[in-house]
């Protein structure tokens, strides 16, 4: 289980979030995608997705914030979770929208909304030198509340003749915003060059 030494309890956080559901549900995250690791390989570009689907599931289970029982609002728009008793259409500082990625900053959306945000930073680590059994390992944890005015457009770079990623958001100088938002972060991992690795300098991907 990720070590209680990793979590920086100056971290605020949503109302009623814990840091012990957290780390509980970092360890919920990497033993469950353990076994879907495979799709990393074969479609890498949804996997960041899967990560997010199950930091959902993980926190709807092990916290005071629950998924939206309504299928339409759970899989299509924000949020992906609200505080418990926040009603149907819970106000921005009682929802929190779940994300994976790769990256070690950035956080991109379909949508501006105003909102907590939890990103579980991710490597996969097929030889699983950092942790046996775990060949997807949770890194870091960053949770903060964004604006509307925190996003910016990215342009998409599909065309009329199809092909090209979606329309989508960023988070305008993410390392900037993210300072002290990291609640949870390896301390024998390092970033290189923008890329997390283990403190011993062995690249794992």
């Known amino acids: 289980m990720a070590s209680t030494e990793d979590f920086d309890q100056s971290v605020k956080l949503p109302p009623g979030l814990e840091i012990a559901a957290i780390r509980r549900a970092v360890d919920y995250v990497e033993t469950q995608l353990a076994d879907l690791v495979e799709i990393y390989y074969e479609q890498s570009n949804v ?3 899967i990560v997010g689907i199950f930091g959902t599931k993980a926190l709807d289970s092990l916290s005071n914030y629950e998924k939206h029982r309504n299928l339409d609002t759970a899989q299509q728009r924000f949020p992906d979770l609200k505080r418990r008793g926040a009603g149907e259409k819970p106000p921005p500082h009682l929802s929190l929208e779940s994300k994976g990625s790769k990256r070690a900053w950035d956080i991109q959306s379909h949508y501006d909304h105003p ?3 939890i ?7 097929p030889t699983e030198t950092i942790e046996a059994g775990r060949p997807v390992v949770v890194w870091r944890v960053d949770v903060v509340f964004l604006e509307r005015s925190d996003w910016k457009y990215e342009k998409s770079s599909a065309g009329e003749s199809g092909g090209g990623r979606t329309h989508t ?11 002290g938002c990291a609640v949870y972060s390896r301390h024998d991992m390092i970033l290189r060059r923008g890329k997390p690795i283990p403190r011993n300098g ?4």
């Open 47 to 49: 996997f960041s997705a």
């Open 115 to 117: 909102g907590w945000y």
């Open 119 to 125: 990103v579980w930073r991710y490597l996969v680590d």
């Open 169 to 179: 958001l960023g988070v305008k100088q993410a390392a900037t915003r993210l300072r």
């Open 202 to 205: 062995h690249d794992v991907s």
